[in-house]
């Protein structure tokens, strides 16, 4: 391990954006120390991403089993072993950890582990040694947050982090927010045999997404027997004899086992000396310009820690594009419309671009199409419900053809395996008619981005009105 020293670049954090910078740069031929707290990888590989995913197919398989008869397996379904699941959701863990470590020391980057502290515009401190860099990026990721007054004990007051590590399914849960992180644990708990309700303070589950994908969602999860109070705010939680019992400000009640707070996550900055070394902040974020530079012209942030989509994969393409012009490139801004998204729920919920209501407020006239994919033979065959809705420009030529897509919406088992070509299609500027003339491999839910942009081309296949 190194004791102090100069580098080109230091990197104060090793989650997904931290890490991906230090390895661009190591790939440009910069000399980097990358620091971390805990273990490299940060949240999405040891608290996010990647642990929910794992219980998340856990759950897939624990349905799978309720529900074989009707494909004609005859099976049988004797329960949930959480410590077995816990034990496989680390096994995935650590195989990504130590591949990942791999490729980090095969860069040769230097991974100082200990606790950070930005000392100077050009340095950063670990304990009594002080590292110095020509460029120190910033990127200490988010942790999860609760409401005032809402303390979390990590028994019967959880948050995500509590959740990953528990090692029961609760009999009965409340989950306040439905945003990813609630819906997910709704829709994992659900598998497992809990009893499960949502409430979130807005109109839908899944705030950030369309409407129309929302209530597809809220649908599914009725069927499912998942409960949900939308447009309620929390206001107070006690303790009862075996759980907690939950006031909301309309004066309704629940009670469950236990209470995950699920509101979102705030960035880890405070005490960090960003502010002491003029970073300019807004509530705990690092305020930064498009190309992720902070007022501080040595400095760079990336991931959590700023404004943007917290998702792993924009950590990434932040991480890489700051090491890209640190190096001197030639680099774009991001258009984070453009960066798909996914919710790993019963069933997913996946997009990219804009929605309904945001082409809306920009004054944007649209065209859309809502193609169900129960018409689809492959969502058939894996007797999944959902839809893909494509929103287009309005037509505005001789030709009546719609202009470029805005935004793919889609709801369904797997379709977040799909959202890439709806990437390629978005951030080409594609129109209907482009997408219209390619063809999809028969049978695949692939071909229900295809349909979608036949329709809306004004030459449906498989599909009626």
């Not at 809306?456 to 599909?463: I, R, T, V």
Request: aromatic residues 4%; proline residues 5%; negative net charge.
């Amino acid at each position: 391990m190194a004791e102090g020293g100069h580098y080109d670049i230091v990197v104060l954090g090793g989650g997904s954006g931290g890490y991906a910078c230090a390895l661009r740069a190591a790939e440009l031929g910069k000399r980097v120390a990358l620091i971390e707290k805990d273990k490299v990888g940060g949240t999405c590989l040891h608290r996010g991403c990647i642990p929910t995913k794992a219980l998340l197919h856990a759950a897939e398989v624990a349905d799978s089993s309720r529900e074989s008869e009707k494909f004609g397996i005859r099976t049988s379904f004797e329960g949930i072993d959480m410590p077995a699941v816990l034990s496989y959701q680390e096994s995935v863990v650590d195989r990504l950890w130590k591949g990942l470590q791999s490729t980090i020391a095969s860069r040769k980057i230097d991974t100082i582990i200990g606790d950070g502290r930005l000392l100077s515009p050009t340095s950063v401190s670990v304990g009594d040694a002080v590292y110095t860099g020509d460029h120190i990026v910033l990127a200490t990721g988010s942790a999860p947050k609760s409401l005032p007054g809402l303390p979390i004990d990590g028994d019967r007051i959880i948050s995500s982090d509590d959740a990953l590590r528990l090692d029961r399914v609760p009999k009965s849960a409340i989950i306040l927010g439905g945003g990813v992180i609630g819906v997910e644990f709704a829709s994992v708990w659900r598998s497992f045999g809990a009893d499960v309700m949502i409430v979130e303070m807005l109109p839908q589950l899944l705030p950030l997404e369309d409407e129309a994908s929302a209530k597809v969602l809220q649908r599914a999860f009725r069927r499912r027997g998942i409960g949900f109070q939308l447009g309620e705010r929390f206001q107070s939680v006690s303790y009862t004899d075996d759980g907690v019992a939950v006031t909301l400000e309309n004066g309704k009640s629940a009670s469950a086992e236990v209470l995950l707070v699920a509101v979102g996550r705030g960035p880890v900055s405070a005490g960090l000396g960003y502010e002491e070394n003029g970073v300019a902040m807004t509530r705990g974020y690092v305020e930064v310009d498009p190309l992720c530079r902070t007022s501080v012209p040595t400095i760079s942030a990336v991931g959590d820690l700023i404004a943007t989509p917290q998702l792993a994969h924009v950590g990434f393409a932040e991480g890489i594009g700051v090491a890209e012009r640190v190096a001197g490139l030639d680099v774009r801004p991001i258009d984070y419309d453009g960066v798909p998204r996914i919710t790993y729920s019963d069933p997913e919920v996946a997009s990219v671009g804009i929605t309904s209501a945001q082409a809306a407020q920009r004054g944007i006239p649209v065209t859309e199409v809502n193609y169900p994919i129960g018409a689809n033979g492959r969502s058939v065959i894996l007797q999944t419900q959902g839809q893909a809705k494509v929103i287009a420009e309005a037509p505005s030529g001789p030709d009546g053809q719609p202009g470029r897509v805005l935004g793919i919406h889609l709801v369904g088992s797997r379709v977040g395996e799909l959202i890439a070509e709806g990437q390629l299609i978005y951030n080409w500027d594609a129109e209907p008619a482009d997408v219209a003339a390619l063809i999809h491999p028969h049978p695949t839910q692939s071909e229900i981005i295809g349909e979608a942009h036949l329709a809306l081309a004004g030459k449906p296949l498989h599909f009626h009105a």
